[in-house]
Nanobody
Framework: QVQLVESGGGLVQAGGSLRLSCATSLRTFSSYTMGWFRQAPGKEREFVAAIGWSAGRTYYADSGKGRFTISRDNAKNTVYLQMNSLKPEDTAVYYC????????????????WGQGTQVTVSS
């Protein structure tokens, strides 16, 4: 069974940084575009960032441009999300998932979701 395990979340003050990791058991991880999404209480899951299989292409939601950086290590089957200059509105559970087709920005285009990691940014 495919597993994706997110880690690195926590409580941080506004302006701080966190680095999220998503370790996967995907056998062909290097062939997948991977994405990060987040979901705040009472809100729908929203796209954060995605990275192509070769890391040559990256995609970001406007909310994270200039502050978030997605990267991957295909040798470790792991995708990362470096988050800087965090804001209270970044507070959410962050999930990673594997893209299977469609729009990079649509959660329905992904499968093999992890359990999520909580990010809380205090003001």
């Amino acid at each position: 069974q495919v597993q994706l395990v997110e880690s690195g979340g926590g409580l941080v003050q506004a302006g701080g940084s966190l680095r999220l990791s998503c370790a996967t058991s995907l056998r062909t991880f290097s062939s997948y575009t991977m994405g990060w999404f987040r979901q705040a209480p009472g809100k729908e899951r929203e796209f954060v960032a995605a990275i192509g299989w070769s890391a040559g292409r990256t995609y970001y939601a406007d909310s994270g441009k200039g502050r978030f950086t997605i990267s991957r290590d295909n040798a470790k089957n792991t995708v990362y999300l470096q988050m800087n200059s965090l804001k209270p509105e970044d507070t959410a559970v962050y999930y990673c998932a594997a893209f299977t087709g469609g729009s990079y920005y649509d959660a329905k285009s992904y499968r093999h979701w992890g359990q999520g990691t909580q990010v809380t940014v205090s003001s």
